[in-house]
């Protein structure tokens, strides 16, 4: 038989003959998902259904984590009186409360260590409460007053009840938890939104809850917050070119009023109001060179501004037009066809056309762009230090007028080119007011979020077969498995399920002393059967462990042979416990050892017992073990003379713990019974004596059980309705210490 085999059968039978213990683990199972059900919360769930404009992969994944980022999260929820959760625990069942609060915290967070603190109420009485809460210092409990601050060192909070707390029985507990805004929207980001990503740019956002209202409300929220936050991102490049122009604006009107007053106190103070043709010329020159020299500035600054954003802003293929009126004819021309594939794009998009070709060629058109913007930079650049040598150079030729003349020259100069400066800035200012675009947003809502109706979570089908399933298996653990790892061989049946060894006898044990004897006398009979097949007289009994009872049954065998008239001589081959010697022999100290290493006489060294036709002899001192006499070239003549003298020669060997003790002299005999003793031996022992027979190639090898009681049939079970009782109630208290401790009290009331 295959340990497969064994294994199978052995389960059946086990869970056969624990079918309580068996539906104990059912029941058990059934009142924990019963009890799951009711303890933990219902999930509910809400979506909403987003659509990136730009359908790649890695720009709708990008804009999936750009949605779930704390910092989108935190903009879209503020303000939403999400920063406190509530809880109420009612009959061992707590919920969140949302819209039905039952009191209503104000709160001023001094320090980030109290975030993510829950505190626990307690109502004590109309007006005051107690408030308790674990710190670095350990359990603590302060008393408040209901609509009054109360300071908690870093945290300030205010508790104003509501009508819902009076709906509240005395035994309910209300507790809340406070959040940062950092804080809430990691906690939302991590507990509450999921994001899933689909073909075309489709961004599932989800957003799960305990209360349904939080549930529709985070992910409206969110869904919103996402795309105003990219609008406001496509708008900015033109906010910061406005605020650009005003930073200049600001600065130039200070520099006017500072040169007009100057210009006032030096012409009063040096009566100089009129200043030569020449100089006015040169004046006007230098004027002309400055507002130059401020425009190419200008246009470098917008153009850095203009490549910061392209940088940031990757995916934006739109760029704000009013860019264009700074730069030359090639960026404008570029910027009106990148437009104009843009718009192709969009229109391709909505009637589900291949978009390969048109990307890229928006692709090509944005390299052209930012080159075209990088040579524009480069000629801008030549362009203001020529400005700035001509500046230099006309300084000089004024360095020639007169010291009075010259001072008046710069003053006006100042004055000139502030004025044109600030009439050239309020100019560009108001066409780019006027001509800042608004940009479509990078994704739009498909779906909105919607109100949960039913929860999602826990399933209670899935729930019941996981539970009923876990049942089952713990179950067929503890009553199969287990008993399978310290199985106990009880009779035939299982000796003949669980190895291919034959069977050659039962010996009763601990009945009447009629059974007994009539137990080997069967088995004599057995043995001179097979005598009469083949040569049946050196016999050699073992076993895989010691107190399976060899001993016992060599001594009996050989007075059962005795008795039949058959002369037998028992040998005792155990020298560290010669039990033979001990119950059959005398004080003399001949052994089999002196007769093969001295070479005493066989007739002599053989003992005479009490028994009719039973002589013994002993193995002696063995220095080095039984093998030692077997390998000695006389053994072989010693043994075939013992053949001579007896019918039967019955070997009783030490437990075959170790191969080498009991082998060599197994492939001796004509004739090897391994003893197992019932509901003692385990499967290990007949693994054992299978693999012995294989290694070894030990021949003519049978099983005996022994120690079968009066209370057992021939099968091997219990005739006794009391011992089939305590038998099981044994095994079920041994199994049952293998159980959680929830499940014992149920699993022993089946018992």
Not at 13 to 29: D, T, V
Not at 32 to 39: E, H, M, Q, R, V
Not at 345 to 367: F, H, M, P, T, Y
Request: hydrophobic share 40%.
């Amino acid at each position: 038989m295959t340990t497969k085999s064994f294994w199978s059968q052995r389960a059946m039978l086990n869970i056969r003959s624990n079918k309580r213990l068996f539906l104990g683990c059912l029941l058990a199972g059934s009142v924990g998902a019963s009890a799951y059900l009711f303890l933990i919360p219902k999930v509910y769930e809400s979506q909403a259904i987003l659509k990136n404009i730009d359908p790649d992969k890695q720009s709708t994944s990008i804009a999936a984590e750009m949605i779930r980022s704390p910092k989108t999260i935190e903009q879209s929820v503020k303000g939403m009186g999400l920063n406190v959760e509530y809880f109420v625990t009612k009959n061992f069942q707590t919920s969140e409360c949302f819209d039905n609060k039952p009191v209503k915290i104000s709160y001023n967070l001094k320090d980030e260590s109290f975030s993510q603190q829950c505190f626990s109420l307690q109502h004590d009485g109309e007006k005051t409460y107690i408030l308790e809460y674990e710190d670095q210092a350990g359990h603590q409990q302060k008393r408040g007053s209901y609509n009054e601050m109360l300071d908690l060192g870093s945290l300030a909070v205010t508790i104003e009840k509501t009508p819902y707390l009076n709906l509240l029985d005395d035994k309910d507990e209300v507790s809340f938890t406070i959040y940062s805004d950092r804080s809430l929207a990691n906690k939302i980001a991590e507990q509450n939104l999921t994001c899933t990503i689909e073909d075309g740019g489709v961004i599932k956002l989800n957003s799960q809850s305990t209360n349904p209202a939080k549930a529709y409300r985070i992910a409206s929220a969110v869904s919103k917050g996402y795309g105003n936050a990219g609008q406001k991102a496509n708008e900015s490049h033109s906010i910061a070119n406005v605020q650009l122009i005003n930073n200049q604006l600001d600065r130039v009107s200070q520099e006017l009023d500072n040169a007009q007053r100057e210009l006032s106190y030096f012409q009063s103070a040096n009566n100089a109001y009129e200043m030569p043709q020449q100089a006015g010329a040169v004046l006007n020159t230098v004027s002309q060179l400055q507002i130059q020299k401020v425009e190419a500035d200008m246009q470098i600054a917008a153009l850095d501004n203009l490549s910061d954003y392209m940088r940031k802003n990757r995916n934006v293929n739109t760029i704000s037009p009013e860019y264009g009126t700074i730069t030359d004819i090639i960026y404008t021309e570029t910027y009106l066809k990148l437009n104009d594939k843009v718009a192709e794009r969009q229109q391709l998009l909505e009637q589900g056309a291949d978009l390969s070709k048109v990307d890229k060629e928006i692709s090509s058109l944005k390299e052209m762009l930012a080159e075209s913007i990088r040579n524009t930079r480069k000629k801008l650049t030549i362009r203001q230090e020529t400005l700035v040598a001509a500046i230099v150079s006309a300084k000089d030729r004024i360095q020639n007028l007169p010291q009075t003349e010259e001072k008046l020259q710069q003053l006006n100069r100042s004055i000139y080119l502030y004025t044109k400066l600030y009439d050239f800035l309020i100019q560009k200012r108001a066409e780019a007011m006027v001509e800042a675009p608004v940009l479509p947003p990078s994704s739009y809502i498909l779906n909105e979020a919607k109100m949960p109706t039913s929860p999602i979570g826990p399933n209670p089908a899935k729930v019941w077969s996981l539970a009923l399933l876990a049942s089952l298996l713990f179950g067929a653990l503890i009553t199969a498995v287990k008993p399978l790892l310290k199985i106990k061989i009880r009779n035939r049946k299982d000796l003949q399920k669980f190895t291919d060894i034959p069977f050659i006898a039962n010996i009763e044990a601990g009945g009447k002393k009629h059974d007994f004897s009539e137990s080997f006398m069967t088995l004599c009979t057995k043995i001179l059967m097979l005598g009469n097949k083949q040569s049946v007289q050196m016999i050699t009994i073992t076993s895989a462990k010691a107190g399976e009872g060899k001993t016992t049954i060599a001594q009996n065998l050989a007075m059962a042979m005795g008795r039949l008239g058959k002369k037998a001589l028992l040998i005792d081959m155990n020298p560290i416990n010669p039990s033979l010697k001990n119950t059959l022999g005398n004080e003399e100290e001949s052994s089999f050892a002196q007769v093969i290493e001295d070479n005493k006489n066989l007739h002599q060294a053989v003992q005479i017992t009490n028994y009719e036709n039973v002589d013994l002899l002993s193995a002696g001192y063995l220095a080095h073990g039984v093998n030692t006499l077997l390998i000695n070239d006389k053994t072989g003549n010693i043994l075939a003379d013992m053949k001579t003298l007896y019918d039967y020669v019955i070997f009783d060997t030490p437990e075959t713990s170790n191969y080498m003790d009991a082998v060599p002299l197994m492939k001796m005999s004509d004739l090897n019974m391994f003893v197992v003793k019932a509901n003692s031996a385990t499967f290990d022992q007949l693994e054992y004596a299978s693999q012995m027979k294989k290694d070894f190639q030990v021949e003519n090898l049978f099983m005996i059980i022994n120690g079968m009681t009066d209370t057992m049939n021939h099968s091997g079970m219990q005739t006794s309705g009391k011992v089939k009782q305590i038998r099981r109630r044994e095994q079920a208290e041994a199994e049952i210490r293998l159980m959680p401790r929830i499940m014992k009290k149920a699993a022993l009331w089946f018992y």
